[in-house]
T-cell receptor
Framework: GAVVSQHPSWVICKSGTSVKIECRSLDFQATTMFWYRQFPKQSLMLMATSNEGSKATYEQGVEKDKFLINHASLTLSTLTVTSAHPEDSSFYIC?????????????FGQGTRLTVV | AQTVTQSQPEMSVQEAETVTLSCTYDTSENNYYLFWYKQPPSRQMILVIRQEAYKQQNATENRFSVNFQKAAKSFSLKISDSQLGDTAMYFCAFMIEWAGKSTFGDGTTLTVKP
């Protein structure tokens, strides 16, 4: 089956520093990847959609300069949280869709728990 | 814009019993997909079941089945013979066929009691 690997699973960083989260599709080519944010016991909120080789499309209210998304290849998308602050602490989840197949659903990574201290 | 509503924040069921989780949605689209995802304490999102809007037949996957009422924009999940491992948060999700991105409901926390 389709596997999406997200790394790291958890990370702690100091305020003001940047942290990068990777999302890899291991056995398919992900033409589109999605980045979500989830607070405890709440729903997944879509942050942005990234298409390979083009700029990401951000949802309303999401700061583009703070959450940098790069989708440079068909198997890798990265989310960089720049100048992180404690309020950025959250659970970040990526999902990837195989645009070359008829499969409709997106496959999820295992998520990254970010704690900013 | 699409909205997904799960009106039951928490539910519980006795082991081996049946439970139904509710979901309603709103859209003006004709071609879309609906999903139920399970998120256990590990927080890994697991696809439980999928329904194509153009199919009238309700989807089933072993102990999991849906009641899809397109006119009413309702998509409930029935779990039969509940097991302790079914304890998790369940999300209903909607996806426009061409868009690929999903809109999620607020989730229902299900506890299966021994």
């Amino acid at each position: 089956g389709a596997v999406v690997s997200q790394h790291p699973s958890w990370v702690i960083c100091k305020s003001g520093t940047s942290v990068k989260i990777e999302c890899r599709s291991l056995d398919f080519q992900a033409t589109t990847m999605f980045w979500y944010r989830q607070f405890p016991k709440q729903s997944l909120m879509l942050m942005a959609t990234s298409n390979e080789g083009s700029k990401a499309t951000y949802e309303q209210g999401v700061e583009k300069d703070k959450f940098l998304i790069n989708h440079a290849s068909l198997t890798l998308s990265t989310l960089t949280v720049t100048s992180a602050h404690p309020e950025d602490s959250s659970f970040y989840i990526c999902s990837a869709r195989d645009g070359f197949q008829t499969s409709t659903e997106a496959f999820f990574g295992q998520g990254t728990r970010l704690t900013v201290v | 814009a699409q909205t997904v509503t799960q009106s039951q924040p928490e539910m519980s069921v006795q082991e081996a019993e049946t439970v139904t989780l509710s979901c309603t949605y709103d859209t003006s689209e004709n071609n879309y997909y609906l999903f139920w995802y399970k998120q256990p304490p590990s927080r890994q999102m697991i696809l439980v079941i999928r329904q194509e809007a153009y199919k009238q037949q309700n989807a089933t996957e072993n102990r999991f089945s849906v009641n899809f009422q397109k006119a009413a924009k309702s998509f409930s999940l029935k779990i039969s013979d509940s097991q302790l491992g079914d304890t998790a948060m369940y999300f209903c999700a909607f996806m426009i066929e061409w868009a690929g991105k999903s809109t999620f409901g607020d989730g229902t926390t299900l506890t299966v009691k021994p």
